[in-house]
C-alpha cells in the first residue's frame, strides 16, 4: 500500500492528462495485462532471475499486481462514476436483484480466476454494492458499513498485524472462517477508532504548544 501510494503521482499524471475515460481505462487494461501476463513470462530470463532474488523488485513486482485496482478507484473518483450509477440504478426491487446475481456472478468468477481480474471485478462489485445498499431495507447495514467505511484505511493497514504478526491466538478464537472475519474487522475497527482519538489528541497539543509559544 506504501508503495503504491509513492507510485500515485505518476499515475495521477497519466490519468489526469488523459481527456476520455476511455483513454484511461485502456492504460489501466494495459497495466493489468503486463503484471498479470508479461511481467511473468521477464522471469525466465537470467537478468530477471537476478533481480527477483532482491527486494526492492520482490516488492516492485508485487505492487504491480495491485496497480490496475488502485488506478480504476482513480478513475472511477475521477469520473465520479460511483455517483452516476446511483442514479442510472435506481434502489428498485428489479435492479436490487440483478445486482444480487451479479454479486454472486464475480464472485463464482473471482474464485475460478482468483486475482487476475481484480481491476475489472472491483468497480462491478462497488457499484453492485451501492446499488443493493441504496435499498431502504439496508438502511441500518448501510448505516454499519459508512462507519467502518470511515475507518477503512486504518482497517486495511492493520488488519494484517493481527492475523500475521501479533495476536493470532486472539484472532483465530472463533474458528469460522465467516466469524473470524468479523472478529478481526472489530479488533481492527476498535484499534482504528484508538489511532484516530490518539491522533487527534496529539494534533491538539501540538496546537496548543504552538500556540503558547507564539503568545510567550
Not at 507510485?7 to 481505462?25: A, E, M, S, W
Not at 495491485?66 to 478507484?73: H, L
Not at 494484517?160 to 504478526?165: F, N, V
Request: net charge positive.
Amino acid at each position: 500500500y506504501v508503495a503504491l501510494l509513492f507510485t500515485y503521482p505518476i499515475g495521477r499524471r497519466l490519468i489526469c492528462n488523459q481527456k476520455t475515460i476511455f483513454h484511461d481505462v485502456f492504460i489501466v487494461l494495459m497495466l493489468g495485462l503486463f503484471a498479470e501476463f508479461i511481467l511473468p513470462c521477464l522471469y525466465s530470463y537470467k537478468w530477471a532471475a537476478m533481480l527477483n532474488k532482491s527486494l526492492l523488485w520482490s516488492i516492485f513486482s508485487k505492487m504491480l499486481a495491485y496497480v490496475p485496482t488502485f488506478y480504476m478507484g482513480c478513475i472511477f473518483a475521477k469520473y465520479d462514476l460511483l455517483s452516476m450509477a446511483k442514479k442510472r440504478f435506481s434502489p428498485g426491487i428489479k435492479n436490487v436483484l440483478l445486482a444480487f446475481i451479479v454479486l454472486l456472478a464475480v464472485f463464482f468468477l473471482r474464485r475460478k480466476e482468483d486475482a487476475v481480474y481484480d481491476f475489472l471485478f472491483a468497480p462491478i462489485v462497488t457499484v453492485a454494492c451501492t446499488t443493493i445498499l441504496s435499498c431502504r431495507i439496508f438502511k441500518a447495514f448501510r448505516w454499519i458499513l459508512e462507519k467502518v467505511g470511515r475507518e477503512s484505511t486504518t482497517i486495511w493497514l492493520v488488519h494484517s498485524i493481527y492475523c500475521y504478526l501479533l495476536c493470532q491466538k486472539i484472532v483465530f478464537i472463533p474458528r469460522y472462517t465467516f466469524l473470524i472475519f468479523l472478529w478481526l474487522l472489530l479488533l481492527s475497527f476498535c484499534t482504528s477508532v484508538v489511532i484516530r482519538k490518539l491522533f487527534g489528541l496529539l494534533t491538539y497539543l501540538v496546537r496548543k504548544k504552538k500556540k503558547q509559544a507564539v503568545n510567550e
